[in-house]
């Protein structure tokens, strides 16, 4: 008995070492039968998408079954809620797909990874593509296989119908990793304090109506910036480095079961014009979720052509392009290795009718009524601290969008970038609205390399561009029909914890004695950062620092980061790089020695094989003006921001299919 028992137990404790830890199989199926969309999943009525059943037989490793032989004849159903099961030909009245066969491989924890000892698992599947619900109320769609040895139920939600429109555009403006903390450091900065009371506010703080989501991926805590725009865009949860889709475990990084995005909704609904701005480069998460189906956020080159074409090789909702498209990322408009297969996608984007920028002055003379495209440097751009600040250090970079080998100088940043947007997406879209998502994708890139100035400038950047946007709404005559929404992807684990002194901790020797320079609670005295240095222009204007350089700094960190060196000073010859491989070994950071020279170490909490700091955890804010702000108070997940933005365009149609198509 005792004996029989700890087999059980040992089992037990195998089976949950395995089971949704650091490695998994595939994340959304714990048994052996995998539905894509997985169990809890929410649908706006009418959404199109692909649902792919993959049956596992893994051939070794803990989970063995069938001796590695996949059931092919597996049965898949679904019922409405109270309704009699259905098969799914009859159900969606499609054709039966085709099975597909392959093979995958995972390591089951981190000992089996150092052995290089891999699990392979068999797998039988069928994808049924480009289906929809349009009754709202809960489905269960059911998976059997091995002669009902292997039942896997899913359960899902498709909220209720959406058909009115109550606001006429939508603006959503993510600060990319941006959290309250970050927030409330951004205020410290470039808002005067009068005993204790701020005689000036952020635009944000005057928004009406806050709210948080939960960013947590589908199948870990911890997200990514690609998974979680594609929540905020699709309503959909899905896995890290994934867009667009639920990952399947095939090798191919396109054929993943797709749910339709808000741009591709909004143009098959209203015919509504649309458009992305940020200050990264084009081909990266946030502006590229939006166009993106895709298993892999790094297939740079096939997601740009994806952007402007659709996706190209499935039968699926076309987004028609955007309307209004500017960052960077010149690599992949310019023809060559990192091109989708080599073409030059200026003169595709030209060929289609756009209008193509590669600067500042370019973009301002660019047509208002013409679709446009402005690509203004290669990578992403140059943050506004060295555009406004430190400009000299934009002369150093080889850059320049033409690909010449030289420096891009004549940068728009993001509200010149935003404000051209609105002018072209008022006009294109007429009557008929429109939607712009604008990233202010630096905060997130700064604070990956701990550089909290740049960070921090990128954040009030974006608040500048927001109240400009407000501004330039009103002189239109649009404001009112304008859901403002100012949000995150997902944050990082920064704060200030007090003050610096600069001066005295450069004057002591060690790094223990450095220390003594941080002045916490009542020693951490008033910002510095808001008062003038005669003499000295930062050419910064109104709502940022008067001084990004005082003696008293703020003193900061993260929760994640690797070895680094603090001084806590802002960094004039352009961003921080925290830590460097030792020797030849690329994958062992340590304190850069050329970083903070005068500062103290501060050990790292990540692998050794990070050169930055990670996402956390943190819940982030969401900020609400206009049309269905009151929808947006409260604590939800980030697919919520999705069905909310959704309800407000009447995007949720279920079977009036008589919407949109008299418009
Ligand atoms: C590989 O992992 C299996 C268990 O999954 C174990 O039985 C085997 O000993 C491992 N082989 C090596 C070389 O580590
Ligand atoms: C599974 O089999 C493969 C060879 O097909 C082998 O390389 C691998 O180490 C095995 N894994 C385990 C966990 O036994
Ligand atoms: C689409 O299909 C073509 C032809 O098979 C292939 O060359 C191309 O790589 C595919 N593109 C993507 C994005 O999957
Ligand atoms: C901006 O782009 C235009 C059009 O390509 C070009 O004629 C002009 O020289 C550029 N200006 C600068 C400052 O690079
Ligand atoms: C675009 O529209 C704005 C008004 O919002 C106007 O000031 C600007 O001159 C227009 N640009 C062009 C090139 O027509
Ligand atoms: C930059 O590159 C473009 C196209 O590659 C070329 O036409 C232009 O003359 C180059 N400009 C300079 C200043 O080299
Ligand atoms: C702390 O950081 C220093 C500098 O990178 C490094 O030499 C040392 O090994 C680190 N200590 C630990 C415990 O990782
Ligand atoms: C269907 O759409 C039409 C046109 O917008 C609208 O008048 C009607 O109320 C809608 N019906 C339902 C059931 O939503
Ligand atoms: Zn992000």
Same mark, same amino acid.
């Given at each position: 008995?005792?004996?029989?028992?700890? !087999?059980?137990?040992?089992?037990?404790?195998?089976?949950?070492?395995?089971?949704?830890? /650091?490695?998994?199989?595939?994340?959304?199926?714990?048994?052996?039968?995998?539905?894509?969309?997985?169990?809890?999943?929410?649908?706006?009525?009418?959404?199109?998408?692909?649902?792919?059943?993959?049956?596992?037989?893994?051939?070794?490793?803990?989970?063995?079954?069938?001796?590695?032989?996949?059931? &092919?004849?597996?049965?898949?159903?679904?019922?409405?809620?109270?309704?009699?099961?259905?098969?799914?030909?009859?159900?969606?009245?499609?054709?039966?797909?085709?099975?597909?066969?392959?093979?995958?491989?995972?390591?089951?924890?981190?000992?089996?990874?150092?052995?290089?000892?891999?699990?392979?698992?068999?797998?039988?599947?069928?994808?049924?593509?480009?289906?929809?619900?349009?009754?709202?109320?809960?489905?269960?769609?059911?998976?059997?296989?091995?002669?009902?040895?292997?039942?896997?139920?899913?359960?899902?939600?498709?909220?209720?119908?959406?058909?009115?429109?109550?606001?006429?555009?939508?603006?959503?403006?993510?600060?990319?990793?941006?959290?309250?903390?970050?927030?409330?450091?951004?205020?410290?900065?470039?808002?005067?304090?009068?005993?204790?009371?701020?005689?000036?506010?952020?635009?944000?703080?005057?928004?009406?109506?806050?709210?948080?989501?939960?960013? $947590?991926?589908?199948?870990?805590?911890?997200?990514?910036?690609?998974?979680?725009?594609?929540?905020?865009?699709?309503?959909?949860?899905?896995?890290?480095?994934?867009?667009?889709?639920?990952?399947?475990?095939?090798?191919?990084?396109?054929? =993943?079961?797709?749910?339709?995005?808000?741009?591709?909704?909004?143009?098959?609904?209203?015919?509504?014009?649309?458009?992305?701005?940020?200050?990264?480069?084009?081909?990266?998460?946030?502006?590229?979720? #939006?166009?993106? $189906?895709?298993?892999?956020?790094?297939?740079?080159?096939?997601?740009?052509?994806?952007?402007? $074409?659709?996706?190209?090789?499935?039968?699926?909702?076309? $987004?028609?392009?955007?309307?209004?498209?500017?960052?960077?990322?010149?690599?992949?408009?310019?023809?060559?290795?990192?091109?989708?297969?080599?073409?030059?996608?200026?003169?595709?984007?030209?060929?289609? +009718?756009?209008?193509?920028?590669?600067?500042?002055?370019?973009?301002?003379?660019?047509?208002?009524?013409?679709?446009?495209?402005?690509?203004?440097?290669?990578?992403?751009?140059?943050?506004?601290?060295?555009?406004?600040?430190?400009?000299?250090?934009?002369?150093?970079?080889?850059?320049?969008?033409?690909?010449?080998?030289?420096?891009?100088?004549?940068?728009?940043?993001?509200?010149?970038?935003? #404000?051209?947007?609105? =002018?072209?997406?008022?006009?294109?879209?007429?009557?008929?609205?429109?939607?712009?998502?604008?990233?202010?994708?630096?905060?997130?890139?700064?604070?990956?390399?701990?550089?909290?100035?740049?960070?921090?400038?990128?954040?009030?950047?974006?608040?500048?561009?927001?109240?400009?946007?407000?501004?330039?709404?009103? @002189?239109?005559?649009?404001? &009112?029909?304008?859901?403002?929404?100012? !949000?995150?992807?997902?944050?990082?684990?920064?704060?200030?914890?007090?003050?610096? =002194?600069?001066?005295?901790?450069?004057?002591?020797?060690?790094?223990?004695?450095?220390?003594? @320079?941080?002045?916490?609670?009542?020693?951490?005295?008033?910002?510095?950062?808001?008062?003038?240095?005669?003499?000295?222009?930062?050419?910064? +204007?109104?709502?940022?620092?008067?001084?990004? =350089?005082?003696?008293?700094?703020?003193?900061?960190?993260?929760?994640?980061?690797?070895?680094?060196?603090?001084?806590?000073?802002?960094?004039?010859?352009?961003?921080?790089?925290? @830590?460097?491989?030792?020797?030849?070994?690329?994958?062992?950071?340590?304190?850069?020695?050329?970083?903070?020279?005068?500062?103290?170490?501060?050990?790292?909490?990540?692998?050794?094989?990070?050169?930055?700091?990670?996402?956390?955890?943190?819940?982030?804010?969401?900020?609400?003006?206009?049309?269905?702000?009151?929808?947006?108070?409260? /604590?939800?997940?980030?697919?919520?921001?999705?069905?909310?933005?959704?309800?407000?365009?009447?995007?949720?149609?279920?079977?009036?299919?008589?919407?949109?198509?008299?418009?």
């Amino acid at each position: 008995m005792l004996s029989k028992l700890s !087999t059980l137990a040992i089992l037990a404790g195998a089976f949950s070492a395995v089971s949704a830890q /650091t490695f998994q199989r595939l994340g959304t199926c714990p048994d052996l039968g995998c539905i894509l969309p997985p169990d809890q999943q929410d649908f706006l009525p009418g959404q199109q998408f692909d649902i792919r059943f993959e049956v596992h037989a893994p051939k070794n490793g803990s989970e063995t079954y069938n001796s590695g032989v996949p059931d &092919e004849k597996f049965t898949v159903t679904i019922a409405k809620e109270g309704g009699a099961a259905k098969s799914l030909t009859s159900f969606f009245n499609t054709a039966e797909p085709a099975l597909e066969k392959w093979t995958f491989s995972w390591y089951e924890d981190l000992f089996a990874q150092d052995a290089k000892n891999a699990s392979v698992v068999n797998v039988a599947s069928k994808i049924y593509r480009r289906v929809a619900l349009y009754e709202p109320g809960n489905y269960v769609v059911t998976l059997s296989a091995y002669n009902g040895a292997k039942v896997t139920k899913a359960t899902w939600t498709v909220r209720p119908l959406a058909a009115a429109k109550k606001a006429k555009n939508v603006i959503l403006f993510i600060g990319d990793g941006m959290t309250t903390n970050m927030i409330t450091a951004a205020r410290l900065l470039s808002h005067k304090m009068v005993n204790g009371k701020y005689q000036s506010l952020l635009q944000l703080d005057k928004f009406p109506v806050i709210g948080h989501q939960m960013s $947590h991926s589908i199948d870990s805590f911890i997200t990514d910036s690609a998974n979680s725009a594609s929540a905020l865009y699709s309503g959909h949860k899905s896995t890290v480095n994934a867009m667009g889709v639920y990952a399947d475990s095939s090798p191919d990084l396109f054929d =993943d079961p797709k749910v339709e995005t808000i741009v591709e909704l909004l143009k098959r609904i209203w015919g509504s014009a649309w458009g992305a701005v940020s200050t990264a480069f084009l081909a990266d998460a946030t502006p590229i979720a #939006l166009t993106a $189906h895709t298993r892999s956020r790094y297939a740079y080159g096939p997601l740009i052509d994806q952007a402007l $074409h659709g996706v190209t090789n499935y039968s699926w909702t076309n $987004h028609g392009g955007p309307d209004a498209y500017f960052g960077g990322g010149a690599e992949q408009f310019l023809p060559g290795a990192t091109s989708y297969q080599g073409k030059d996608y200026y003169a595709a984007f030209a060929k289609a +009718g756009y209008t193509v920028s590669l600067n500042k002055t370019s973009l301002a003379q660019a047509s208002n009524s013409s679709r446009a495209l402005g690509v203004f440097c290669k990578s992403n751009l140059p943050v506004w601290l060295d555009r406004n600040v430190f400009p000299e250090n934009l002369k150093s970079n080889t850059n320049d969008p033409a690909g010449n080998k030289s420096a891009a100088t004549d940068l728009p940043g993001l509200k010149e970038m935003t #404000l051209k947007a609105i =002018d072209v997406l008022h006009q294109r879209g007429g009557d008929k609205g429109f939607f712009l998502m604008s990233e202010a994708a630096s905060i997130d890139k700064q604070m990956h390399v701990l550089d909290y100035d740049r960070a921090l400038g990128d954040l009030l950047e974006l608040d500048d561009a927001v109240q400009a946007t407000i501004a330039k709404l009103k @002189a239109l005559g649009e404001l &009112e029909n304008t859901l403002i929404i100012v !949000t995150a992807d997902h944050g990082h684990g920064f704060d200030v914890f007090g003050n610096a =002194d600069t001066k005295y901790m450069a004057a002591q020797a060690t790094d223990r004695k450095k220390r003594a @320079a941080v002045g916490t609670y009542a020693n951490s005295g008033l910002s510095e950062y808001t008062i003038e240095v005669p003499g000295v222009s930062y050419g910064t +204007g109104a709502n940022f620092p008067m001084n990004w =350089d005082p003696r008293y700094v703020i003193a900061a960190g993260m929760g994640a980061n690797p070895d680094h060196r603090e001084n806590y000073r802002v960094k004039k010859d352009g961003p921080r790089t925290p @830590a460097t491989a030792s020797g030849g070994a690329s994958d062992d950071y340590y304190v850069n020695p050329a970083d903070n020279r005068d500062g103290f170490v501060v050990n790292g909490t990540i692998p050794t094989s990070e050169s930055q700091g990670v996402h956390s955890l943190t819940d982030v804010p969401v900020y609400a003006l206009g049309p269905c702000q009151g929808e947006f108070g409260g /604590t939800y997940s980030n697919i919520d921001v999705f069905y909310k933005i959704a309800e407000c365009l009447g995007l949720g149609h279920g079977t009036n299919k008589t919407v949109g198509c008299s418009k």
